[in-house]
């Protein structure tokens, strides 16, 4: 006689981030309208109600991705050379890097289609800000509101991203030769 199958639960928290790396595998491999409940819970493993329990929907699950990608966007761009100009450079291709291998997600992150954590978000500009600062300090970039600069190197960067993404650079165009140009246009403009 053999004896019973002893069922093991999954921890809440393995639950959870089951679900979130589901929904991310998802939304880069089918887009936006391929995120459904059902869609998820199979890619996890678990039933659709755990998207419920956990994040009362679809809508809270992507705004969950959405946070999480600005936790990670946070750390790509997040730069430690001891050279200011070469930390700066880290970071901006650091951002680029990190759009070109999420771009659905980068797309949703920028978008008012989702609601972020506030605080989240506000770390991964608050990494930048401090990038800026470190530049300002090693003589590098311009003195002045570090969160205004950072303001404008994000636009910069994000603009040169955004239109590689969307396929608008003109034809036979090199992205990567004119993201690099924007970094140094960038560099050069708030030059100390």
């Not at 981030?17 to 880069?28: H, K, P, T, Y």
């Not at 391929?34 to 929907?57: I, K, Q, S, W």
């Not at 750390?75 to 990190?98: E, K, M, N, V, W």
């Amino acid at each position: 006689m053999s004896s019973p199958k002893t069922r093991t639960r999954t921890a809440a928290a393995d639950v959870r981030d089951q679900l979130l790396v589901a929904g991310r595998r998802i939304l880069e491999r089918d887009g936006e309208t391929g995120l459904t409940v059902r869609a998820v819970a199979a890619e996890a493993g678990v039933a659709p109600m755990g998207v419920y329990n956990h994040f009362d929907g679809k809508e809270g699950l992507l705004d969950a991705v959405v946070t999480d990608g600005f936790a990670e966007f946070g750390r790509a761009i997040a730069a430690t050379d001891d050279d200011a100009t070469a930390r700066l450079l880290a970071s901006g291709l650091g951002y680029r890097a990190f759009a070109l291998a999420n771009p659905v997600l980068y797309s949703l992150m920028f978008s008012s289609r989702c609601r972020p954590d506030d605080e989240t978000a506000a770390r991964a500009f608050e990494v930048l800000v401090d990038i800026i600062r470190y530049a300002q300090v090693g003589g590098l970039l311009k003195p002045g509101d570090a969160e205004g600069l950072a303001l404008q190197v994000w636009s910069c960067v994000h603009g040169a991203v955004a239109l590689e993404l969307s396929g608008a650079l003109p034809p036979g165009a090199d992205a990567t030769a004119v993201y690099e140009d924007v970094l140094r246009l960038v560099t050069a403009g708030l030059g100390a």
